[in-house]
């Protein structure tokens, strides 16, 4: 986003004041938020930060170079340190989100049901809100996009990740005039029985949390990527638990992607998938395709190709690097890096890593017992299919054999939590009969 840098500088000679953001969250992730936003962002400051223990959030200021921060407890606590020109951190998330001298949330918990507390709570209080949460947002985004719309402020996953790049590729392809037929990710390992324990070392060595890198290997990350894509573009998957075909390391992209089948491309409003081993990774890329011969005759001149489809493809995505300009395009035009625009197209349903008994109370992401998979979103409200950001801490009525994909039936929901009556509205709003078909499975990858 080009244009960002110049409106925030305006903002700021206009308001008198930068942009003041408050933080959800100080773990790895929001850590490189408070250090970009300190050291590279003029014209926009990070007044506060709430964790459910201080140490991190304290540990985040100190990081990025700011003065040591207050303590608050209360909005008049917070008020005063805004005003002071200091950095508040605090154990109460409503704190932020009740200040009227806060613009915009990030929050970068990981969490579901502790962020959609403090997700619903922002939006009540007008304030935008970035979300580095997938995993939440893949669950009842449509939802909470569509009480964002109502309280007239801007709800957004965050650019950086691969859905906001592979967004902000998906409308530059749509804005020269090719049609997207495929949003795909680079992914370099898919192995679905990754657990915390066959991760710890790479999590240890990159200063991460252990369950974090396994939902990254396991495929569920991959699948709520994907997810919030479908659900920001109309696309669906060409089959449960996409295609994703394995090439070898290093083979192009461009190459990799003529291994999607044109019927699936060609079929409704096109497909989110993904590749293993294809370069450039970690990066995105979209397959697009135009009608006009003469339009063709420029891509082939370009070097793109003949067609019928056509590879554009970004070869990084920077994370934290670029949550700050989402904030900004939130604030300062009212846009969206990567929302819902309608009910849910795709899910993220939860299946077995191994076999599952009678009785047992299933784990959180990442970790020991399940694995996500996409499914289109007719077929998870036609066979009951459980979510697996509603499955942590449900137990289970029978055994489940490794593999299979869980239902609502198999489970016994929680008490009182906030994620399923937000489902449940979520479901009521957006009827079955309001929804449209998806792409159709299909059998196999071509040999």
Not at 381 to 410: F, M, N, S
Request: proline content about 7%; overall charge neutral.
């Amino acid at each position: 986003m080009i244009i960002v840098d110049k409106a925030l500088q305006h903002y700021e000679l206009e308001h008198g004041r930068p942009i003041r953001v408050g933080m959800i969250g100080a773990g790895f992730m929001a850590r490189g938020i408070a250090l970009q936003i300190a050291t590279a962002v003029p014209g926009m400051r990070l007044v506060a930060i709430a964790n459910r223990n201080l140490e991190p959030a304290r540990r985040a200021y100190t990081e990025a170079g700011q003065p040591v921060p207050r303590v608050v407890e209360s909005p008049f606590g917070l008020r005063s340190a805004i005003a002071a020109g200091q950095p508040a951190i605090t154990e109460n998330w409503r704190l932020l989100c009740e200040a009227e001298e806060i613009d915009a949330i990030i929050e970068v918990t990981g969490s579901i049901e502790y962020a959609a507390h403090a997700v619903c709570a922002a939006i009540e209080n007008g304030k935008h809100v970035i979300l580095m949460n997938a995993e939440l947002d893949g669950t009842v985004g449509p939802l909470l996009k569509r009480r964002a719309d109502k309280a007239g402020v801007v709800y957004t996953n965050a650019d950086g990740d691969q859905p906001g790049v592979t967004m902000n590729l998906y409308r530059f392809v749509r804005g020269i005039g090719v049609r997207p037929v495929l949003c795909g990710n680079i992914k370099g390992l898919h192995d679905p029985y990754r657990t915390p324990t066959t991760q710890a070392e790479f999590a240890r060595r990159w200063k991460q949390k252990p369950h974090m890198v396994t939902s990254f290997s396991d495929g569920t990350k991959v699948s709520f990527e994907q997810a919030i894509i479908a659900n920001a573009t109309g696309m669906g998957v060409a089959r449960r638990g996409m295609l994703g075909p394995t090439v070898e390391a290093g083979t192009p992209i461009d190459k990799a992607a003529q291994l999607f089948p044109a019927d699936a491309l060609m079929s409704g409003e096109g497909i989110v998938d993904y590749v293993v081993g294809a370069a450039p990774g970690p990066g995105v890329f979209v397959l697009g395709t135009i009608e006009h011969p003469t339009q063709r005759h420029y891509l082939a001149l370009y070097k793109l190709g003949d067609g019928p489809f056509y590879c554009f493809y970004t070869p990084y995505h920077l994370c934290h690097f670029e949550v700050p300009n989402t904030v900004a395009r939130a604030v300062l035009f009212k846009d969206a890096a990567i929302a819902p625009i309608a009910g849910p197209c795709v899910e993220v349903v939860a299946a077995a890593k191994t076999d599952l008994k009678a009785g047992d109370t299933l784990d959180d992401l990442g970790h020991y017992m399940t694995y996500g998979l996409c499914e289109n979103a007719d077929v998870v409200r036609r066979e009951r299919l459980l979510p697996i950001g509603i499955a942590a801490g449900c137990r289970l009525r029978r055994d489940i054999p490794k593999d299979a994909v869980l239902t609502y039936d198999d489970v016994e929901l929680p008490a009182d939590r906030l994620i399923d009556r937000l489902r449940a509205e979520q479901d009521a709003v957006f009827a079955p009969a309001q929804a449209p078909e998806y792409v159709r499975p299909l059998a196999a990858m071509p040999a």
